[in-house]
């Protein structure tokens, strides 16, 4: 959708320029928004944490994407914590989401594909825990976040935004003792590239890991 729908939708939203680390919503809130990433280097991590600190991340979103639309579609509360990183949102109370949800067709259509997307992805990392070994799960979250929205550079694929090790193994539900052997195995093959410092992660390797995946797949 754009065009004038998009900038009606705009006009009645409200723009938040948020640090890193800031709380967007907790799960368990009342779902009175949806958030569109405007902007900004972060990224905003969608995902839960256990009474004992261990992290489950089921998202990691950047600019041009939104969320916070399911509690606010089924009238329900939200799913999992949002949690900004230098980010630019923005916010679109419920009434107004629902409004134009309700007369706009293109905005519906969008919105399908997104949630199947996700859905899928879902599914993938309910297999993966089931089935797959840590290195094989790890190896199929970036080649994920590789091609939703790498960059190419000289190195190779380089993913969007900070990539810390913790949200690594948050994104795996492991801690990140459990995989720092794995990225040291792959740096020394050959297979990603990592600055620890400003937490940037390229793939250097994306056949190996892609043949990983596959042979985690058919074993």
């Known amino acids: 959708m754009g065009g004038p729908a998009l900038g009606r939708i705009e006009a009645r939203g409200r723009v938040l320029d948020l640090a890193d680390g800031a709380g967007v919503f907790a799960q368990g809130d009342a779902a009175d928004a949806v958030y569109a990433i405007l ?4 990224q905003v991590r969608i995902g839960a944490v256990e009474r ?5 991340m089921v998202e990691l979103l950047g600019p041009g994407e ?3 639309e399911i509690g606010v579609m089924d009238g329900s509360v939200r799913t999992a914590d949002a949690t900004a990183g230098l980010v630019r949102l923005l916010r679109v109370g419920a009434p107004v989401f629902l409004e134009a949800l309700a007369t706009e067709p293109a905005l519906g259509r969008n919105l399908c594909r997104l949630l199947a997307a996700r859905l899928r992805h879902t599914f993938a990392l309910l297999q993966d825990a089931t089935f797959g070994s840590l290195e094989v799960r790890l190896a199929r979250q970036i080649l994920y976040l590789a091609r939703r929205g790498g960059r190419c550079t000289e190195q190779g694929l380089r993913l969007a935004g900070r990539c810390r090790q913790g949200d690594l193994a948050d994104m795996r539900g492991t801690t990140t003792r459990s995989i720092i052997p794995i990225l040291n195995v792959w740096r020394q093959s050959g297979v990603v590239a990592y600055e620890l410092a400003r937490a940037q992660l390229t793939l250097t390797g994306e056949a190996a890991l892609q ?4 042979k985690g797949a058919t074993g």
């Open 211 to 214: 043949a990983l995946v596959e």
């Open 66 to 68: 939104i969320f916070g």
């Open 52 to 56: 004992d600190s261990r992290g489950l």
């Open 39 to 42: 902007g900004g280097p972060g």
